[in-house]
């Protein structure tokens, strides 16, 4: 068969990938309907959406990639496929660049949006493009409204004083993340920390629900599971309360008891002191009697409020001079305010055992406060045993514990809280790590709240017919703080029940609350409503999610709320939104620094002999350490310029290959001038069998050995990567098609044989189809030279491997002598190891070397190798 003068001889991605992404959207391949059809298995696979920040990175393209390939490998399976796009469009990054650049946000989001959604179709993703939301547009915010007004109707909203960091400079409240050594991280400001009027959506309500459904997600990874196990925190244990000795003249009759939430009931007879948080009204209260407490407050408030923040601060603390009563001694422990309790975790109060706790441990002995051992460890003897620089916080025999001295810490916990019980002073309870979700933040570029604020009716919801409740365009950033209180005519309206002047509120939601739901609306994105029922039952939950560990514990813990909440408003009827998850690894890339320090982009730097250097001059460039992507330290690959330089198959392709998916990957300039020669040399081969062999070739009845042999390896192949490819395994498939490309190259030297045309058509076939989803541009390409009547690669099915192929009938056995390589025999599988070892001792080369020599061993490893030991 004479080859097509058209026939390209090299792959042109240039002209193929554009021709081959129009023909995906003239045949409008990728479509799906709201409601899934009944005549079809669903799957739904959705990769965490971006952030509009203006470019992706190779780390975006790895995780698109990977969920492209397994919405293309499912469509191939027969599966009705939904693999929708959208924009996490709201967020501070948009409000900094107004400021600092002086274009409003709304245009600089949108604009970012066309440049990563240009980037997004130049790879080729197989994304159902007419599904696209950005939760910046009215149309997805106003039903983010609703859904809230429906939570509020459903007792799932709470308005209540809460502290938080307050930066004075830029008038707005911090995330404990946006303090930075007590200071705010773009004014510099030392932060307040100062009550404010908040939004809390009621997550501890479904606390044990939460948890419970960790149980049910086994197609998670552990470590997430453990990540968010830990963060809802459930701990049983025993909450009482100290009364005040000798309260003072003058102290609010609520302060006369100090509550405290503990674990470890059973050490209560170590106590050596009560901590309470600076928030805490008795501390505000220490505050206003003494000065020296007040500044120990206000010290303690510019700490920041973060767990990471207090944890590694110096352990410090006040003594106010109050003292509180033990429930089972006639003795009484002072009060001190510390630095290292937090009010919004338990009750905002700790008893000090320093025995059994290292961060009181660490305490006392500042404060030269006592230490009492309550609990002896096994094999320890109680005359000798003391607590020194290290606290012992594991079970044993109860010791120094009045009634409760002999038993075991168990037996303690559960007797100490009965006594508790019974003295009507406290009572078994369990405890949550889990807090309710502050949703208020005071930044324009979010979804505005819809409430209402009347003098005379309070917060009032926004009716229905009202929303959207739309952000104002024309909004000025000169001024610190929040626009929306600045602006002359928005917040300004009538209250909805009594009609008199009102105010809006204008504090809008937490960009968490804008992709804890955004998974349902791409079910039927353009309804009217957030979600329609058949449409959002039919696809959930999202068979596959896809995304970045570092999203392991708010974001997911969200998802899972807003779903459980959902389902009990009446808009969804699952409880997980997320079957399966799977965390990719990242992508990570050298760093550089010129010699005035400021990072450079690697486009910025070339190598020469005698090193790196800024291109373009001679001035030495720093090779920092490989680290993850990042534009703070400009060590980002652009995938246009890879595009553009390679094409999109290749980018997608070195990204999948390197390394398990879910590892962290090198970007290396080598690694992907690698790919780009794989995909010239599997282009190559194709074309070869396209040229040599006709389409209609059959196999013959009388087959060669070594055309069964490329059959073989064929359908083992098939096996492979569809198991690869069902086990997250991407690599291990990209490494089973190069063995069936470098078989398939390798039988042109045998064409000639019986059945040989048919086994390399048959081959060349199958790695069209296998590699589509993976380089669907060069898979389309392949396969219409190779099948030019059989329509789109992606349309077609996914290979079936014949099981009376997937085993070998003759396999090669190397042959050594002492441990050396000399020779290889053929033989059957499992063959008698008397035939293998006598072919092994007479093939040619074998026996020339064993001439003359006396063999002391012939050592047998079946289907692998025959060894011979000689002497002499």
Request: proline share 7%; aromatic share 10%.
């Amino acid at each position: 068969m004479s080859q097509s003068s058209s026939t390209p001889t090299s792959y042109d991605f240039n002209m193929v990938e554009p021709k081959w992404q129009k023909a995906w959207a003239d045949a409008d391949i990728f479509t799906v309907p709201d409601i899934p059809p009944a005549n079809k298995p669903k799957y739904y696979v959705l990769e965490m959406f971006p952030y509009p920040s203006g470019q992706l990175h190779m780390g975006h393209v790895r995780n698109y990639a990977l969920g492209d390939v397994i919405a293309r490998y499912k469509r191939a399976r027969g599966f009705s496929v939904l693999h929708p796009m959208g924009w996490d469009a709201f967020g501070l990054p948009a409000e900094n660049a107004a400021r600092e650049r002086g274009v409003h946000p709304k245009e600089w989001t949108l604009n970012n949006i066309a440049t990563m959604r240009g980037t997004l179709q130049r790879l080729g993703f197989s994304l159902n493009w007419d599904r696209e939301i950005a939760t910046c547009l009215p149309d997805y915010y106003g039903k983010q409204q609703k859904l809230f007004l429906d939570f509020l109707k459903g007792g799932l909203v709470e308005r209540r004083e809460s502290w938080v960091n307050w930066d004075p400079i830029d008038q707005t409240v911090l995330a404990n993340e946006q303090v930075v050594d007590g200071k705010g991280w773009r004014s510099g400001a030392p932060i307040e920390k100062k009550q404010l009027s908040q939004w809390f959506l009621k997550i501890t309500d479904f606390a044990e629900d939460l948890l419970n459904g960790l149980k049910t997600l086994d197609r998670w990874p552990e470590r997430v599971r453990t990540m968010q196990e830990r963060w809802i925190g459930r701990s049983e244990g025993a909450k009482l309360r100290f009364s005040l000795h000798q309260p003072p003249a003058g102290l609010d009759e609520n302060l006369n008891a100090v509550e405290v939430f503990t674990t470890r009931p059973d050490t209560l007879f170590g106590m050596s002191f009560l901590a309470i948080a600076p928030d805490h009204p008795l501390a505000a209260w220490a505050a206003k009697q003494n000065p020296q407490a007040a500044e120990f407050v206000a010290e303690c408030r510019r700490l920041g409020t973060s767990v990471e923040a207090v944890e590694t601060a110096e352990k410090r603390g006040f003594d106010t001079g109050l003292r509180v009563n033990h429930p089972f001694m006639d003795k009484s422990f002072p009060v001190w305010i510390a630095n290292f309790v937090l009010m919004d975790y338990g009750t905002g109060a700790l008893f000090g055992c320093p025995a059994g706790d290292q961060r009181d441990l660490d305490f006392a002995h500042k404060y030269n406060l006592p230490v009492t051992p309550v609990v002896l460890p096994t094999g320890k003897d109680q005359a000798d045993f003391t607590i020194t620089t290290t606290a012992y916080t594991g079970d044993g025999t109860m010791i120094n514990s009045g009634f409760l001295d002999g038993l075991s810490t168990e037996e303690a916990r559960k007797e100490a809280i009965s006594r508790l019980e019974g003295l009507g002073i406290g009572q078994g309870v369990v405890n949550w790590r889990l807090r309710d979700w502050g949703i208020s933040r005071q930044r324009y570029w979010g979804c505005p709240i819809p409430i209402i604020h009347c003098a005379d009716c309070g917060p009032v919801a926004v009716p229905d017919e009202q929303l959207p409740v739309e952000l104002p365009d024309d909004v000025s950033f000169d001024k610190p703080g929040n626009p929306l209180d600045h602006h002359p005519t928005w917040k300004h309206t009538t209250c909805p029940q009594c009609g008199k002047p009102a105010t809006r509120e204008t504090d809008t939601f937490d960009t968490f609350v804008d992709s804890s739901w955004y998974f349902a609306r791409f079910t039927a994105p353009h309804a009217p409503t957030p979600t329609v029922r058949a449409a959002a039952d039919g696809w959930l939950p999202v068979d596959q999610y896809i995304g970045g560990i570092e999203h392991a514990i708010l974001h997911l813990l969200y998802a899972r709320f807003f779903t459980r909440a959902m389902h009990r408003t009446g808009h969804l009827d699952v409880d997980e939104p997320f079957a399966g998850l799977f965390t990719q690894g990242m992508v990570s890339h050298e760093s550089y620094k010129d010699s005035a320090g400021n990072w450079l982009y690697p486009e910025e730097v070339e190598r020469t002999a005698n090193g790196c250097v800024k291109r373009g001059t001679t001035e030495p460039v720093t090779v920092g350490r490989v680290e993850k992507m990042s534009k703070s330290k400009r060590n980002t690959v652009a995938p246009v310029a890879i595009i553009e330089r390679f094409g999109a198959d290749t980018a997608r392709w070195f990204v999948l290959s390197d390394s398990p998916p879910e590892r962290d990957m090198e970007w290396t300039e080598a690694g992907v001038a690698g790919a780009a020669r794989f995909s010239q040399r599997l282009f190559r081969t194709i074309r070869t069998v396209a040229q040599d062999v006709p389409a209609t070739t059959e196999c013959p009845t009388d087959i060669d050995r070594q055309a069964d042999t490329l059959r073989r390896t064929t359908h083992r192949t098939i096996a492979a990567v569809t198991e690869a490819l069902e086990g997250f395994a991407i690599n291990v498939a990209v490494a089973r098609i190069h063995e069936l490309t470098s078989a398939l190259a390798e039988a042109e030297k045998s064409a000639a044989v019986p059945g040989m045309a048919f086994a390399r058509r048959e081959a060349a076939q199958a790695l069209c189809l296998l590699c589509a989803p993976m380089m669907p541009h060069l898979a389309e390409e392949m396969f219409a030279l190779v099948m030019p009547s059989a329509g789109l690669a992606a349309q077609q099915p996914w290979p079936e491997a014949q099981p009376d192929l997937l085993t070998a009938t003759h396999i090669t056995i190397a042959v050594q002598i002492m441990g050396k390589l000399r020779g290889t025999i053929e033989a059957q599988p499992d063959e008698d190891a008397a035939t293998v070892v006598a072919r092994a001792e007479a093939e040619s080369n074998v026996a020339r070397l064993l001439e003359g020599k006396r063999i002391v061993k012939r050592v047998h490893v079946p289907n692998r190798i025959v060894n011979f030991v000689t002497a002499g």
